[in-house]
């Protein structure tokens, strides 16, 4: 106890000199709490937990010295405007359940006495707990939730850094064509597959709507129940459909059962676009070689390297906390802390309104993000990102490899795909 | 039944006044949402009981009319700007529909047989409910923030309000409960679950009185969804149709004591908060240990003592005299 106020008074008394000039609304050797809810038990547990070590590195970033990290406030220690404050996270587990959403955040504010939250990673958990903040006046960033309902509620203390599934869906049609206009392909005619829960059901509303805007014609809708054990119903449908490109909104296991019957039924179209489920860790070992050439959505993929040298730095250090490469979901949920830590800096106080003010104003350029972004600023209506925009990754040779932003590619996209009769 | 003695009677009342007070000297939300989330499934639990615990059908399928009694209130209250009061009522009186509707084929079905049927039950309002374009399918829906008022069901500065309403609710369902047990619909459910055949061939239409209960313990978990709803202002059909509620209500009653008018509110003062406060505790760590805990505790009572913790403590009573 002596040693940590003695050197909290020592701290206390070098910062006199210098905090005439700062007017900072927390004491120099304050934390500043900043509430961490994800699904840390339960179905998802490991992507929740994933998600918070990317929240956590993020963290150390902030609060350590890193010369070397063109990353907001990486290299000076702490909050400069705050006294050097630095952030702590008080993590949370909400199940993934909508009702310990709101429960996490209010504990959070009132017990815990965060001044501001990020995570939930679910949506639909996402929806409660910010509904709660909102009601307590408390910040809060998310770049981990893609339903776009969360931007579109009108809320004041909510903000998204995270690109969401219209914008994804959006994405996808421009890599379409831009595509038609790069390599003189023709494509009119798409498919839309989507599973039912509110993931999928969301995309393929997206899609539908979307789609006409960019002068596609829709052949098929279909939705189905993510946990089917058979397909080739659907499939058939798809086949009689004969559309140049299938986009296809699926969570794992679907992914996995839809690629096996594509090849048994010999589905063949120009391309097949997707969502989540042909990124998670366990597709391409159930699928091998089958999985090549499927093009995918995604906020991040390591061979962003290749332009961006700050990618390589930050999974370096993930690496060596983790033992593991970062994945898209820890790099997702990495972002959150910096706005927030950037936005308190600025208000040089943690006070709601003013942290508020700030996001409003935030403006960090793309150099300082993880992502091919032009940066981050907040919409002032919806608080969305306006910069957020989501990169495709495509599968070859059993790797994930970026093919656009054509600009950010590691790799050029291979279209249209191989016959599966003719692969090997 | 017996009167309560004068003992009894001053424990019940000190109870009461004890839970009266919580809010008021409890600080922090949290403890209150504790309280809040015992009362939901005790009052879930007790009505379980009614059709479990007394007509021995053992139902695995109340997330159902939870998940009915959250949809009609908010729907009502969303597209037709009807009160969640009215809303509530109107809720309970679908969910009753609907229980007759399922209960006139099956309530002649046994034991397991019932089990399954309500399992099959739950799951179709689940699947319907996640394609139903009306209710906003598998988005869920968010409803809209109304002032803090009694008559708009919405407290948005205390949880007090909410912790009251519910309260009620649940002695409601407890009064009611008690009243069925100790009159003749009481009697003739336990007559049908000793004995289906014993029953008719006493006269008692066993159709019309497991009909009755179904409809009772319909309206009642309905009730409980409204509250949800209103409480928790998002519904979807994740986090009010799916079978893990319905399973987390058995449990309850099961835990607690079947059968027993005060069984499963036991049951819920043990289970929630335990679930709670792992969570807290433990959760955040990411290790799973919490649900380990949870888990183990339910094996460990339902292993050592079927009866429940009320049978339990029942057992010991009677050894004592």
């Known amino acids: 106890m002596h040693g940590k106020r003695s050197r909290n008074l020592s701290f206390a008394l070098a910062l006199l000199l210098s905090l005439s000039l700062t007017s900072a609304g927390v004491a120099a050797d304050q934390e500043i709490k900043i509430g961490a809810a994800y699904p840390l038990s339960g179905a998802i547990a490991s992507t ?8 956590e590195l993020a963290v150390d970033i902030i609060n350590g010295k890193y010369p070397d990290l063109n990353l907001p406030l990486a290299k000076s220690e702490g909050l400069p405007n705050l006294g050097g404050a630095k952030l702590k996270l008080v993590v949370a587990d909400t199940k993934g359940e909508p009702r310990n959403g709101q ?10 006495k965060v001044v501001a939250m990020i995570g939930a990673y679910q949506s639909s958990v996402t929806k409660t707990a910010s509904q709660a903040t909102e009601r307590l006046k408390i910040p809060y960033v998310c770049s981990d939730s893609s339903s776009p309902t969360l931007t579109e509620r009108g809320l004041k203390y909510f903000f998204r850094v995270s690109p969401h599934d219209a914008i994804f869906a959006r994405d996808q049609l421009q890599f379409l064509k831009d595509l038609e206009k790069a390599k003189g392909q023709k494509i009119t005619t798409i498919a839309a597959l989507y599973e039912n829960t509110e993931f999928g059901s969301n995309v393929g509303k997206q899609i539908l709507k979307l789609a006409p805007e960019f002068g596609y014609k829709v052949v098929a809708d279909i939705s189905y129940a993510a946990n089917a054990t058979d397909v080739t119903s659907e499939v058939g449908r798809l086949i009689n ?8 909104a699926s969570y794992i296991t679907d992914a996995i059962l839809f690629t096996k019957t594509y090849k048994e039924m010999g589905f063949n179209p120009k391309g097949i676009m997707t969502f989540a489920g042909y990124i998670e860790p366990g597709y391409l070992p159930a699928v091998k070689g089958d999985g090549n050439y499927m093009v995918v959505r995604s906020t991040f993929a390591l061979d962003l390297a290749k332009n961006k040298p700050l990618v390589a730095k930050v999974n370096a250090l993930f690496k060596k906390k983790y033992g593991i490469d970062m994945s898209e979901n820890a790099a997702r949920s990495f972002t959150a802390p910096f706005v927030l830590a950037d936005a308190i800096n600025r208000a040089k106080t943690t006070e709601a309104e003013a942290v508020v ?14 992502y091919p972004w032009k940066g981050i600023q907040f919409d002032p209506q919806s608080h969305q990102n306006i910069h957020a925009r989501g990169i495709l990754v495509q599968i070859q040779n059993q790797n994930y490899v970026t093919v656009w932003p054509f600009e950010s590619a590691a790799a050029d996209v291979i279209w249209p795909f191989p016959a599966w009769k003719t692969r090997k | 039944m017996k009167k309560p003695t004068v003992l009894q ?7 009461l006044a004890a839970l009266l007070a919580f809010p008021l000297v409890v600080k922090g939300t949290f403890p209150t949402h504790v309280m809040i989330m015992v009362f939901l499934f005790a009052m879930m639990g007790v009505a379980w009981n009614i059709l479990g615990g007394y007509a021995a059908m053992f139902s695995f399928g109340q997330a159902a009319f939870f998940g009915i009694g959250a949809y009609t209130s908010t729907i009502l209250l969303m597209n037709y700007n009807v009160n969640p009061w009215i809303g509530l009522v109107a809720g309970g009186v679908l969910a009753a529909l609907m229980g007759a509707a399922i209960g006139i084929p099956c309530s002649n079905l046994r034991g397991h047989y019932f089990a399954i049927a309500s399992i099959a039950f739950a799951e179709i309002v689940r699947i319907h409910f996640n394609n139903w374009k009306f209710v906003a399918a598998a988005e869920g829906l968010s ?27 649940l002695l409601l369902s407890v009064l009611i409960c008690w009243y069925i047990s100790t009159n003749r619909m009481g ?6 679950k000793e004995s289906h055949e014993l029953a008719k061939g006493m006269g008692i239409s066993f159709v019309r009185y497991r009909l009755y209960a179904i409809m009772i313990s319909a309206f009642l978990t309905a009730m409980a969804g409204t509250f949800y709803a209103q409480y928790i202002l998002y519904i979807d059909p994740e986090s009010v149709l799916i079978l893990p509620i319905s399973v987390q209500v058995v449990l309850v009653a099961m835990l607690g004591g079947a059968g027993t008018i005060i069984g499963p509110v036991i049951g819920a003062a043990i289970l929630l908060p335990l679930s709670e406060i792992t969570r807290v505790w433990l959760g955040y760590k990411g290790t799973g240990v919490d649900m380990m805990i949870y888990g183990a505790l339910i094996m460990v009572i339902s292993a050592y003592q079927p009866q429940g913790v009320w049978g339990y403590l029942t057992s010991i009573r009677r050894r004592a005299k």
């Open chain 1, 103 to 112: 429960a996490e955040a209010e504990r959070l504010v009132t017990q815990e």
């Open chain 1, 357 to 370: 003010k700030a996001l409003l104003a935030t403006n960090i350029p793309g150099d300082q993000v993880i």
């Open chain 2, 187 to 192: 009697f003739y459910l336990r007559a049908i």
């Open chain 2, 9 to 15: 009677a001053v424990f019940y009342a000190a109870l």
């Open chain 1, 241 to 248: 459909a004969k559309p140049d490109v299938l986009m296809h």
């Open chain 2, 143 to 169: 409803l809209p923030l109304l002032p803090d008022s009694l008559k708009n069901f919405m407290f948005h500065s205390s949880k007090a309000p909410y912790y009251y309403i519910i309260l009620v609710f």
């Open chain 1, 48 to 55: 929740g937990l994933d998600c918070l070590h990317g929240a």
